[in-house]
């Protein structure tokens, strides 16, 4: 089993910065991708960007382009996500995702992800 904590969440208001962390422990030698998913109020788990292994693949939501930067640490077994330029909704439970080793395939795709954090809140107000 693989272990994934996330922090770094909190409140901010509209046009702000928060950075997310997310650290694995237990079978990390088995974890090929990482992401990060966001779940608002009522609404579905929802892509936000993810990340192979050795940091060279990475894929973000239309609605974060240019905005969140994901980025990784294998050393500290650690997946981040810098979040600048926030808006109201981008709130909601942020959760760290990990996928054992397999082709880069279906990566927005969370069914695709074999381990989750206990997720982290990022509220923004307007």
């Known amino acids: 089993q693989v272990q994934l904590v996330e922090s770094g969440g909190g409140l901010v208001q509209a046009g702000g910065s928060v950075k997310l962390a997310c650290t694995g422990s237990?079978?990390?030698?088995?974890?090929?991708?990482m992401g990060w998913f966001r779940q608002a109020p009522g609404k579905e788990h929802d892509f936000v960007a993810t990340?192979?292994?050795?940091?060279?693949?990475?894929e973000y939501a239309d609605s974060v382009k240019g905005r969140f930067t994901i980025s990784r640490d294998p050393a500290k077994h650690s997946v981040y996500l810098e979040m600048n330029d926030l808006k109201p909704e981008d709130s909601g439970n942020y959760y760290c995702?990990?996928?054992?080793?397999?082709?880069?395939?279906?990566?927005?795709?969370?069914?695709?992800?074999?381990?989750w954090g206990q997720g982290t809140q990022v509220t923004v107000s307007s």
């Open positions: 237990g079978r990390i030698f088995e974890v090929d991708a």
């Open positions: 995702a990990a996928r054992k080793h397999g082709p880069w395939s279906r990566p927005t795709d969370g069914t695709s992800y074999d381990y």
């Open positions: 990340i192979s292994r050795n940091g060279f693949r990475t």
